[in-house]
T-cell receptor, first 111, second 115 residues
């Protein structure tokens, strides 16, 4: 069974701090996606990583795909209250028919 | 362009009652999905559809049925609601199938409580 394990489950930090959240699996994924979900809304895609070792930057967010394509990380520099939300990683199941989601990391950034 | 819409947004049912959740997308996407989201459990796939007239079971299909009679609509039915089905339900659609580097577009969710 393919599983995506995310850590930490909860993270509460002050504005301006840096943080990293992780998405790990024992399975190889051809690509991984990161979504952010704000309270009362559906998830929104942030990025897709497709190549082992790939690093993508989206303003203050840096995403990395592991060399073996089994893990990914999201690093936020100088967090802001607007970064608050649930961060989900997702990858395609073995049949290629749907996405598997991790349980998510809930981030709270206070000013 | 409304994207993915879901109706209703909130619903309270009594055990044993039935209801249908409607999902509509205006992006001409082939693939549509129904997920449930529970605290600490992430998003779990209930059913999905790879095109008009097709449906398939996901990870947690028991107690639910679906239909995709029109390409733009994907209906999720609960025939006899149970308290364990209390959850937030999300519909999503995508242009291509995973593992394509494609975006899944999500609706705003339906919060269902079964008493």
């Amino acid at each position: 069974t393919q599983l995506l394990e995310q850590s930490p489950q909860f993270l509460s930090i002050q504005e301006g701090e840096n943080l990293t959240v992780y998405c790990n699996s024992s399975s190889v994924f051809s690509s991984l996606q990161w979504y952010r979900q704000e309270p009362g809304e559906g998830p929104v895609l942030l990025v897709t990583v497709v190549t082992g070792g790939e690093v993508k930057k989206l303003k203050r967010l840096t995403f990395q795909f592991g060399d073996a394509r089994k893990d990914s990380s999201l690093h936020i520099t100088a967090a802001q209250p607007g970064d608050t939300g649930l961060y989900l990683c997702a990858g395609a199941n073995q049949a290629g028919t749907a996405l598997i989601f991790g349980k998510g990391t809930t981030l709270s950034v206070s000013s | 362009n409304a994207g993915v819409t879901q109706t209703p947004k909130f619903r309270v049912l009594k055990t044993g009652q039935s209801m249908t959740l409607l999902c509509a997308q205006d992006m001409n996407h082939e693939y549509m999905y129904w997920y449930r989201q529970d605290p600490g459990m992430g998003l779990r796939l209930i059913h999905y559809s790879v095109g008009e007239g097709t449906t398939a079971k996901g990870e947690v299909p028991d107690g639910y049925n679906v239909s995709r009679l029109k390409k733009q609509n994907f209906l999720l039915g609960l025939e006899s609601a149970a308290p364990s089905q209390t959850s937030v339900y999300f519909c999503a659609s995508s242009k291509r199938r995973p593992p394509a580097t494609d975006t899944q577009y999500f609706g705003p969710g339906t919060r269902l409580t079964v008493l």
